[in-house]
């Protein structure tokens, strides 16, 4: 394997209401204000998070941000998320308690979700708690999105909670992208997550306005450049099976391994100019691979070092190259 800074001279080389005091935190507020958006992955936070958001009488909240799709249209096929905070531990829900994702619509495209509309609900159950580090829930079928959109989660806490995972300090915080909604207790009501804006049973509020600019740690997966996607099966360390299809038929992919989700773009070589889903931290060209009819799948052992990290394939035709989406090591 080589690290990134080659990455370029390989791939050549191989030609390839109630009021906001119903809301608290469990740190102060802080402020930072580079826009973040992988080519398969859409994404505002650095990947660890300062802060905990929730009711202070408990109920249930949600915590959405916007996003626009790229292109104009997309498919979702993946979102992430971060359960507690390895900053505050000890203050969400643990493991296993129940958990939703969703995906909700921008009808009028401004960036505000007091009319936005759910498009995409899955339930699941939390993973990974207070280790910042993600949870991927599928989205199948993926779910076609348009312009701007929302994507989110939303989990029920008692009193003396906290659950929103909050980004304070990514450099790249803006006014008016990240909002909670819910039900507190005491409220009346019930919450209502088809739609965030209702006021009978939510509470909205913009992190900005209330004090808390914040980008939430939240994702989502796109299905790749074209339909090009990628899955990953097995055990880490042992035995993967890489699968993917939509790649450009008889060309050649590269496998591309990192620590980290990010958006690196490839300096040099045929790929010149192609943006990455996958950050720098150990940036390595694994190996590359036939595509054929343009699926199919490949199996490898992987050793414990790599367990947890990222992979991506890119299709080696020409500046820029296409890329599938990012899959995160078992």
């Not at 802080?30 to 992988?38: L, P």
């Not at 989110?152 to 006014?175: C, K, L």
Request: proline fraction near 5%; charge should be negative; hydrophobic fraction near 35%.
């Amino acid at each position: 394997m080589k690290k990134y800074q080659d990455l370029a001279i390989l791939v050549a080389g191989l030609c390839v209401s109630a009021t906001q005091a119903q809301i608290s935190s469990v740190a102060p507020s802080t402020s930072g204000n580079n826009a973040i958006i992988a080519q398969d992955e859409y994404m505002w936070d650095d990947g660890s998070t300062e802060n905990l958001l929730g009711w202070n009488a408990g109920g249930t909240m949600a915590w959405i941000q916007w996003f626009d799709a790229i292109g104009g249209s997309d498919t979702i096929t993946e979102i992430r998320i971060i359960n507690g905070s390895a900053l505050a531990p000890g203050y969400g829900n643990g493991d296993g308690s129940p958990v939703s994702v969703g995906i909700w619509s921008d009808p009028n495209g401004d960036g505000n979700p007091a009319d936005s509309v759910l498009l995409k609900r899955v339930d699941t159950t939390v993973q990974n708690i207070d280790t910042d580090t993600y949870q991927t829930v599928a989205i199948s079928p993926g779910q076609p999105v348009t312009g701007r959109f929302f994507i989110g989660a939303w989990i029920t806490h008692s009193a003396g909670q906290y659950v929103a995972p909050m980004d304070q300090n990514s450099g790249n915080i803006i006014a008016g992208r990240a909002y909670v909604f819910g039900n507190y207790i005491g409220r009346g009501g019930t919450f209502n997550p088809n739609n965030p804006g209702d006021p009978l049973n939510n509470d909205l509020y913009e992190m900005t306005s209330i004090g808390y600019p914040t980008n939430f740690a939240v994702r989502a997966s796109r299905g790749g450049s074209s339909g090009y996607a990628l899955d990953i099966t097995g055990t880490c360390p042992g035995q993967i099976r890489l699968t993917w299809s939509g790649a450009q038929p008889n060309k050649q992919q590269a496998v591309v391994f990192a620590r980290n989700t990010g958006s690196f773009t490839v300096p040099g070589g045929p790929c010149a100019g192609t943006r990455l889903g996958l950050g720098t931290n150990q940036l390595q060209l694994y190996t590359t691979i036939g595509t054929g009819n343009g699926s199919g799948g490949v199996s490898a052992t992987v050793q414990s070092g790599a367990c947890r990290g990222y992979v991506q394939l890119v299709t080696i035709f020409g500046s820029p190259c296409a890329t599938s989406n990012v899959k995160q090591l078992p």
